[in-house]
């Protein structure tokens, strides 16, 4: 492998660099930008809700915490922004973030703009592990921690199917991911069957629906772990998706193996899913979504891409975190709001980007 294969054509889809393409944010100031927004996002998110706190009183409080400010804040505000909003701010960055990367990287590996997280059937997995540690009765720590092993369970799985076959292996892990999937929400169906109609059944739909009303900052270390060690992964390989994009063949002879790369990237991927799962129960449409957006934005160079996908996802479902909780009295799980606002918006850019967010 030579010191130029990060630079391969296919990290834009044409060869040599593109010009600035309509709706495309400005090359170097494209992520600068996008964790500038992300920023404004999380510290509206702080700010609003039943008890608005002043955006300029948030950052003081902020600063105070490890600069000597002048305490101009009260009692209850540093409450409310610190041990209430805080812990569930961080932790809608974390799984937004990771859940579009995951599915940025995921439709590079498989060179398919409509795959997302569920295809290798980690999510139903971590649905599985969650319901049937809500089953048991063993506490929250029972749940994250089900979660995570049958996410991690749902990938052997799928990497087993993958091997059986000799034909091509994007096209078996597919095939496992959605044998692997079914599977596991049949599982899940069973689970509400036998669960307890009055004490578990609540429960346990309102989890699969998604939701970050019970934020802790335990939860946040515990979503921070895979979900970042997951993205450094993804983000430490994402000039390898451009060689990868090229196909199998061209991949080998520019040095990238094909096979191993695809596999540490489903591993990485499968990490950020079911950290996010285990934390955050079932949040659909973000990794399907925020990858298109990242691309109409950015261009279709991994390199840029996913980082911007990472920013996206965890400035999208900030927002829709915020929006749940301050719509109505009682808090509307996520996986509601992300459907009703993600399917419009994904077929407004489709609509918009038509053949160009994929194969510019």
């Known amino acids: 492998m030579t010191a130029s294969a990060p630079e391969a054509p296919a990290a834009t889809g044409q060869a ?17 930008l996008l964790a500038a927004l992300t920023l404004l996002v999380a510290l509206a998110a702080l700010a609003l809700g039943r008890y608005v706190v002043p955006p300029n009183e948030i950052v003081r409080l902020l600063a105070g915490q490890v600069l000597p400010v002048d305490r101009t804040w009260t009692g209850n505000e540093q409450t409310v922004v610190l041990d209430v909003r805080m812990p569930r701010v961080l932790l809608s960055l974390l799984v937004g973030g990771g859940l579009a990367l995951a599915g940025a990287a995921l439709q590079g590996v498989f060179r398919n703009p409509l795959v997302s997280p569920d295809v290798i059937g980690v999510a139903s997995g971590a649905s599985f592990g969650g319901v049937l540690a809500m ?10 921690t089900g979660a995570f092993g049958f996410g991690l369970l749902a990938l052997v799985i799928v990497m087993f199917i993958g091997r059986l076959g000799s034909g091509s292996p994007v096209l078996m892990i597919v095939l496992g991911g959605t044998v692997t999937a079914a599977f596991f929400s049949a599982l899940v169906s069973f689970g509400k069957y036998v669960a307890d109609p009055e004490s578990q059944l609540p429960s346990i739909v309102f989890w699969l629906l998604g939701s970050l009303a019970t934020a802790t900052y335990a939860k946040v270390l515990t979503a921070a772990v895979p979900v970042l ?4 992964v993804v983000l430490a390989l994402r000039w390898r998706l ?12 520019l040095g990238v193996p094909p096979r191993l790369t695809r596999t540490v990237l489903l591993c990485a991927v499968a990490l950020m899913t079911a950290g996010s799962v285990a934390v955050a129960g079932l949040v659909g449409w973000v990794g399907l979504v925020v990858p298109h957006l ?26 829709i975190d915020t929006l749940s909780r301050t719509l109505t009295a009682s808090e509307m799980p996520l996986g509601i709001l992300t459907a009703i606002i993600g399917a419009p918006f994904f077929v407004v850019l489709l609509a918009r980007s038509r053949n160009r967010m994929w194969s510019t």
């Open 16 to 32: 040599g660099e593109p010009g600035r393409r309509k709706g495309r944010l400005p090359g170097r100031l494209r992520l600068p």
């Open 135 to 144: 089953l048991l009765g063993i506490g929250s720590l029972g749940v994250v």
């Open 229 to 232: 060690l997951g993205a450094a």
């Open 242 to 253: 451009n060689i990868l994009s090229l196909g199998d063949e061209d991949a080998t002879a």
């Open 294 to 319: 990242a691309r109409l934005l950015t261009g279709t160079d991994h390199r840029v891409q996913l980082p911007a996908a990472f920013l996206i996802g965890g400035a999208y479902l900030t927002a």
